[in-house]
């Protein structure tokens, strides 16, 4: 979708005139609309003329106090649909380098095509994908998470979670894997008065109570297979974000640091483990991991995002 279209898609859904948005906006944020006339915002809705990022992503926390959605006149839209939105190249871009957690196999090996997203409960190979991140994750944190094969197993079977896997003719090359906690388990994880092995499936949250999503593990072969993982990610928080409140993530690693640092997560804590190592949480309301200047960039500018 065009900026221009989603403009005055939220306009008519709020049932103004162009005449009533100016006055709104400028009442909302007079610095950032002080100098907005009706002519301009015609002009934004047809296309003529776009605002910048920064007023952009000012009409869309506008349109959030409004509605009360973390990213209005987007709810309707189901997974698949919000997948469309995203641009893969702006994708790779906001996920920057990582060395450690983005493999460099080669990309002309996967064809796009051909590549699947799925659910890990949904995979034949699910014991194989689940062997395989235990050794993953112990060569990365150390067994940090420090689950059994038996209850990881019981986390990706259980609907609340996205455990999302990338493959390709039935080879695996990527998973990113999320649980959807209740908000006051997520404050404990949060500020790590809990860790994820004291986790048990009472604390999921199901989809009639709102929840936050929790990440636990990404690994992904090369940039493109990472870039459709994280497509599947966001378009998943889009579609559900009716019923997700918070986002958040707890890392170990230099080079998940650089990972997320594109990315709206803002540090909350900081705790130095027995082994010397530093375990830090980040969190964001999902309303404002959504209205970003580079998230806002990947959806609403994806006709002049290249598709290399």
């Given at each position: 979708?065009?900026?221009?279209?989603?403009?005055?898609?939220?306009?008519?859904?709020?049932?103004?005139?162009?005449?009533?948005?100016?006055?709104?906006?400028?009442?909302?944020?007079?610095?950032?609309?002080?100098?907005?006339e009706t002519s301009t915002l015609s002009k934004w809705e047809r296309g003529i003329t776009k605002p910048y990022l920064s007023r952009q992503v000012g009409l869309i926390k506008y349109f959030q106090h409004k509605s009360g959605k973390a990213l209005p006149c987007f709810d309707e839209y189901n997974a698949q649909e919000a997948q469309k939105l995203i641009c893969k190249t702006g994708i790779q871009n906001l996920l920057g380098k990582s060395k450690k957690l983005i493999m460099r196999l080669p990309s002309k090996m996967i064809e796009v095509d051909d590549i699947s997203i799925t659910q890990l409960r949904n995979t034949e190979m699910i014991d194989h994908i689940i062997d395989m991140h235990m050794d993953i994750d112990q060569g990365l944190n150390s067994k940090f998470a420090d689950f059994t094969s038996n209850r990881f197993k019981e986390f990706a079977l259980h609907p609340s979670n996205s455990f999302f896997v990338c493959e390709h003719k039935d080879r695996f090359f990527g998973l990113l894997f999320t649980l959807r906690l209740k908000p006051?388990?997520?404050?404990?994880?949060?500020?790590?008065?809990?860790?994820?092995?004291?986790?048990?499936?009472?604390?999921?949250?199901?989809?009639?109570?709102?929840?936050?999503?929790?990440?636990?593990?990404?690994?992904?072969?090369?940039?493109?297979?990472?870039?459709?993982l994280f497509i599947r990610y966001y378009a998943h928080l889009i579609a559900n974000q009716k019923s997700i409140s918070?986002?958040?993530?707890?890392?170990?690693?230099?080079?998940?640091?650089?990972?997320?640092?594109?990315?709206?997560?803002?540090?909350?804590?900081?705790?130095?483990?027995?082994?010397?190592?530093?375990?830090?949480?980040?969190?964001?309301?999902?309303?404002?991991?959504?209205?970003?200047?580079?998230?806002?960039?990947?959806?609403l500018d994806k006709q002049e995002c290249p598709e290399g």
């Amino acid at each position: 979708m065009k900026f221009s279209e989603y403009l005055k898609k939220c306009r008519e859904k709020s049932s103004f005139t162009q005449e009533q948005l100016v006055q709104e906006l400028y009442l909302y944020d007079t610095g950032l609309f002080k100098t907005i006339e009706t002519s301009t915002l015609s002009k934004w809705e047809r296309g003529i003329t776009k605002p910048y990022l920064s007023r952009q992503v000012g009409l869309i926390k506008y349109f959030q106090h409004k509605s009360g959605k973390a990213l209005p006149c987007f709810d309707e839209y189901n997974a698949q649909e919000a997948q469309k939105l995203i641009c893969k190249t702006g994708i790779q871009n906001l996920l920057g380098k990582s060395k450690k957690l983005i493999m460099r196999l080669p990309s002309k090996m996967i064809e796009v095509d051909d590549i699947s997203i799925t659910q890990l409960r949904n995979t034949e190979m699910i014991d194989h994908i689940i062997d395989m991140h235990m050794d993953i994750d112990q060569g990365l944190n150390s067994k940090f998470a420090d689950f059994t094969s038996n209850r990881f197993k019981e986390f990706a079977l259980h609907p609340s979670n996205s455990f999302f896997v990338c493959e390709h003719k039935d080879r695996f090359f990527g998973l990113l894997f999320t649980l959807r906690l209740k908000p006051e388990v997520f404050e404990k994880i949060m500020n790590i008065e809990i860790r994820e092995k004291d986790l048990t499936v009472d604390d999921f949250a199901s989809f009639h109570e709102v929840g936050c999503n929790y990440a636990i593990s990404f690994f992904a072969m090369n940039e493109k297979a990472a870039a459709l993982l994280f497509i599947r990610y966001y378009a998943h928080l889009i579609a559900n974000q009716k019923s997700i409140s918070e986002v958040g993530v707890s890392i170990l690693m230099e080079d998940s640091q650089k990972l997320i640092s594109n990315m709206n997560f803002h540090l909350h804590r900081e705790k130095e483990l027995d082994n010397g190592t530093t375990l830090q949480t980040y969190r964001e309301t999902l309303a404002n991991f959504l209205a970003y200047e580079k998230v806002v960039k990947i959806i609403l500018d994806k006709q002049e995002c290249p598709e290399g």
